[in-house]
């Protein structure tokens, strides 16, 4: 499994790991709460349980670095990006440089 290194978790499980992430990608997909995950997934209580441990220990950004990684290499793109765009916000002060109080 492409996560393996990451989760460093090989204890036995009655659900698979795939179960978990199908679980997660549909809630996310449709939108839908945690207690109204269908039952051909794991129970929303052990969904849940992972996701949170995942996001709080950071696991879920590093899996999203590592397909992206791997989404740019495969088409032919340098793993590190070489272009970032910043947008700013415009916000109308007075001249004094303090808060407009409409006088």
């Given at each position: 499994?492409?996560?393996?290194?990451?989760?460093?978790?090989?204890?036995?499980?009655?659900?698979?790991?795939?179960?978990?992430?199908?679980?997660?990608?549909?809630?996310?997909?449709?939108?839908?709460?945690?207690?109204?995950?269908?039952?051909?997934f794991?129970?929303?209580?052990?969904?849940?349980?992972?996701?949170?441990?995942?996001?709080?220990?950071?696991?879920?950004?590093?899996?999203?670095?590592?397909?992206?990684?791997?989404?740019?290499?495969?088409?032919?793109?340098?793993?590190?990006q070489?272009?970032?765009l910043?947008?700013?916000?415009?916000?109308?002060?007075?001249?004094?440089?303090?808060?407009?109080?409409?006088?």
């Open positions: 499994m492409l996560l393996q290194g990451i989760l460093r978790d090989n204890r036995k499980r009655k659900h698979s790991l795939r179960d978990i992430f199908n679980a997660i990608f549909y809630l996310l997909k449709t939108g839908c709460q945690w207690r109204m995950l269908p039952n051909c794991p129970k929303w209580e052990l969904v849940y349980y992972y996701f949170t441990k995942w996001k709080n220990t950071g696991v879920i950004e590093q899996i999203h670095e590592l397909l992206r990684d791997k989404i740019r290499k495969k088409v032919g793109r340098e793993i590190s070489s272009l970032a910043l947008d700013s916000q415009s916000v109308k002060t007075t001249r004094l440089g303090g808060e407009n109080r409409g006088g």
